[in-house]
């Protein structure tokens, strides 16, 4: 029998060592116990000597009191296994502490060169740093909220009866219609011996047709809630977009709901609003200490926002309203904006920041903007009429402060003729979406959708400005490091 199995616990352990986290909380004060991780500090006094024991399961670790001659052996980034005895600590950080009778080095660490030292390290440097950083405190509290933001999203879908579905990652078409997808080209094709990639003939793409890295699993929902009527899907999207900003990515994960037999935007809206608000108190209720080292560390109002979210109805107002306010504070001179607002023009990212930070200070859906900014399936509001030229469609981008787009959606075109139209307005292939106008020939039901990002969710709920400090293995423009 393993020593550390030696006292009972409150859930059903199949390994045969526990998490940090788990001792801590289950074991018995003077039981004797096994730890895992890695070595954080290391403290040798004459008298006694202590290390902090981190194995990634909570932000604090353990304390641990050991000999000189154990210390001695061990540096910062060192992993090891401890055994000893969980003991109440005099200490004021901590309550238990572990006293060490054997410590096992499994992997030693050059102290001199091991890029991760004692002191604080700056968030630029964690990035240079990637394929280490998760052993910082902030690089694992990110992946713990990241892990508990799943698990909300999964529990407030499926109390909600959505089906879990799984749309695929190679597509044969643009679903976003904004050209910015990656193509699919084997190794094996004669790229090496003559042309480019991009001047490939479409027979040694993909075993003879053109084939892309999905930017979005919403045509394939819209598939499945054409047959389950509520689904939704999380899983990695792609985008070749040449943005060097804090909020781009090209490789991202996205959070997809469809819903049919919904016929109204302000239901959609309601679910969006809901599923993110649920998260979020989740996230609070179950990430405590995270979120309070982010909170310390990188924004101090972090908390009050995320209890605010949770709590306060979100903003509604259409595109037509949310220029009006911005052209209202470029005359009020309350502030001086690169891109002039106009209505008809795309909302800068500027506006975007204005609306949600500085306007509203809380989550705010803008809804309802020309159809002509916007991809082809997105629903005409028919109080506008289908042949005015200033027709609007019934779609939402929802904004937070500090990130601006947070959500993209819509109801989407259910008419087949309309959305016909619209695909040919799109210069779209119709035989080519054969399959999606299918949906809309046989038993076309209402219908809308939403997709969240998530790396920039995870941004909203740490407070860390940049997504590429969400991500385990970030991937932008020019990027792919390992
Ligand atoms: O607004 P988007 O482009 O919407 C869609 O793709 C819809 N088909 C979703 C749907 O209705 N099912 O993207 C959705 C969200 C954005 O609001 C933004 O949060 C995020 O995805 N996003 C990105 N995140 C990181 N890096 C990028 N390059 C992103 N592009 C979009």
């Not at 049919?260 to 979020?280: C, G, K, N, P, Y």
């Not at 997105?378 to 200033?390: A, I, Q, V, W």
């Amino acid at each position: 029998l393993h020593f550390s199995r030696l006292y009972t616990t409150a859930s059903r352990q199949i390994l045969p060592s526990q998490t940090i986290t788990h001792v801590l909380k289950h074991a018995p004060l003077n039981s004797p116990v096994t730890i895992h991780g890695w070595v954080r500090t290391v403290r040798v006094q004459k008298e006694v000597c202590f290390a902090h024991v981190n194995d990634g399961s909570n932000v604090t670790g353990i304390q641990v009191i050991l000999n000189e001659e154990q210390a001695k052996r061990l540096t910062t980034g060192t992993s090891v296994r401890m055994e000893g005895i969980l003991v109440a600590s005099l200490g004021e950080e901590q309550t238990r502490e572990l006293q060490a009778r054997e410590v096992a080095v499994l992997g030693k660490c050059n102290g001199e060169t091991y890029p991760l030292q004692k002191k604080h390290h700056g968030i630029e440097f964690l990035r240079e740093n990637a394929h280490l950083r998760t052993r910082a405190n902030s690089g694992s509290a990110v992946m713990r909220i990241r892990s508990a933001a799943v698990a909300g999203f999964h529990k407030f879908f499926e109390e909600q009866e959505f089906i879990n579905v799984h749309t695929p990652i190679l597509t044969s078409h643009d679903c976003e219609g904004g050209g910015e997808v990656f193509k699919v080209t084997p190794v094996s094709a004669p790229s090496v011996l003559s042309s480019s990639a991009a001047s490939l003939p479409a027979t040694f793409e993909f075993f003879g047709r053109t084939v892309y890295l999905t930017v979005s699993g919403q045509l394939h929902a819209e598939i499945l809630a054409s047959a389950l009527s509520r689904v939704y899907t999380f899983g990695p999207v792609f985008r070749a977009e040449s943005s060097h900003t804090s909020r781009h990515l090209a490789e991202f994960w996205m959070l997809e709901a469809e819903v049919a037999f919904i016929d109204s935007l302000s239901h959609l809206l309601d679910l969006t609003e809901a599923s993110i608000r649920s998260v979020i108190q989740h996230i609070l209720d179950t990430c405590g200490p995270d979120l309070a080292l982010f909170n310390k560390f990188t924004d101090p109002t972090l908390l009050a926002r995320l209890r605010s979210t949770a709590d306060k109805p979100f903003v509604r107002m259409t595109y037509t309203e949310a220029v009006a306010v911005l052209e209202r504070a470029q005359q009020a001179a309350k502030t001086n904006f690169a891109f002039p607002p106009r209505w008809g023009s795309a909302l800068q990212s500027e506006h975007e920041r204005y609306l949600s930070t500085n306007h509203c200070a809380h989550p705010v859906f803008v809804t309802d903007y020309p159809g002509w900014l916007k991809p082809f399936y997105m629903r005409t509001n028919t109080s506008d009429g289908p042949d005015n030229p200033h027709a609007t469609v019934a779609c939402t981008d929802l904004l937070v402060p500090g990130i601006g787009e947070l959500v993209g959606g819509s109801m989407r075109e259910e008419r087949f003729e309309v959305l016909a139209d619209r695909m040919r307005e799109a210069g779209l292939d119709l035989e080519e979406y054969a399959w999606y106008l299918d949906l809309r020939r046989y038993g076309t039901v209402p219908h809308g959708g939403f997709g969240i990002g998530f790396e920039r969710f995870i941004a909203y709920v740490t407070g860390l400005e940049n997504v590429r400090d969400v991500v385990a293995c970030p991937r932008w423009v020019g990027s792919c490091r390992f």
